[in-house]
């Protein structure tokens, strides 16, 4: 497993080792102990998510104001342009994201830590997302971040206009956005 930090160096890629034959391909898709020594965190994951969603489909960018969550994010199947947005006031980097895309065929992961807002856009025709998460998901402490922020300025890969849920239409403008 490599693990590199981003532009923002609390946010990691993370790559498994995966071996592969005729037959097709194996690899470890987590492990605690690994994952602790080669990112110096000592996490616990409580829960594990799992969305499908369709080309051109854009979640985010959620996150949680109490009961934070780290994420270790991955696709299983299709592309998605992945994005962590730094909200913790006190952080140089507070307001500066990093992206990057995730595959079934590169097999990244990321590591999103708590802190940060998180959102994805399906760059296949279709796409199954799996992350796990350190906290539950609480509905009443869940908070959206304007997928499209002026200020936050990510160049997602836009080809159509996006396809977004009621609450990410909804998402409030960082300057307007509870953060830590």
């Given at each position: 497993m490599?693990?590199?930090?981003?532009a923002?160096?609390d946010v990691?890629?993370?790559?498994?080792?995966?071996?592969?034959d005729?037959r097709?391909f194996?690899?470890?898709?987590?492990?605690?102990q690994?994952?602790n020594?080669?990112?110096?965190?000592?996490?616990?994951f409580?829960?594990?998510n799992?969305?499908?969603?369709?080309k051109?489909?854009?979640?985010g960018?959620?996150y949680?104001?109490?009961?934070?969550q780290?994420?270790?994010?991955?696709?299983?199947?299709?592309?998605?342009?992945?994005?962590?947005?730094?909200?913790?006031k006190?952080?140089l980097?507070f307001?500066?994201?990093?992206?990057?895309?995730?595959?079934?065929?590169?097999?990244?992961?990321?590591w999103i830590?708590a802190?940060?807002?998180?959102?994805?856009m399906v760059?296949?025709?279709?796409?199954?997302?799996?992350?796990?998460t350190?906290?539950y998901?609480?509905?009443?402490?869940?908070?959206?971040i304007?997928?499209?922020?002026?200020?936050?300025?990510?160049?997602?890969p836009?080809m159509t206009?996006?396809?977004?849920s009621?609450?990410?239409?909804?998402?409030?403008v960082?300057?307007?956005?509870?953060?830590?």
């Amino acid at each position: 497993m490599k693990v590199t930090p981003s532009a923002i160096p609390d946010v990691l890629t993370i790559e498994p080792q995966v071996f592969c034959d005729a037959r097709g391909f194996f690899y470890e898709s987590f492990n605690q102990q690994i994952f602790n020594k080669l990112t110096g965190l000592n996490v616990n994951f409580v829960q594990d998510n799992h969305s499908c969603s369709v080309k051109g489909v854009v979640r985010g960018l959620h996150y949680q104001i109490q009961q934070l969550q780290g994420k270790l994010v991955r696709v299983v199947r299709g592309s998605v342009f992945d994005v962590a947005v730094d909200i913790r006031k006190s952080s140089l980097t507070f307001g500066n994201w990093v992206g990057i895309e995730l595959t079934e065929y590169n097999k990244k992961q990321r590591w999103i830590p708590a802190g940060f807002a998180h959102g994805f856009m399906v760059t296949s025709d279709s796409a199954e997302f799996l992350y796990k998460t350190t906290d539950y998901y609480v509905p009443e402490h869940e908070r959206c971040i304007a997928w499209n922020d002026p200020v936050i300025d990510i160049q997602w890969p836009l080809m159509t206009k996006p396809k977004l849920s009621m609450k990410d239409r909804q998402g409030l403008v960082l300057s307007n956005a509870e953060t830590f």
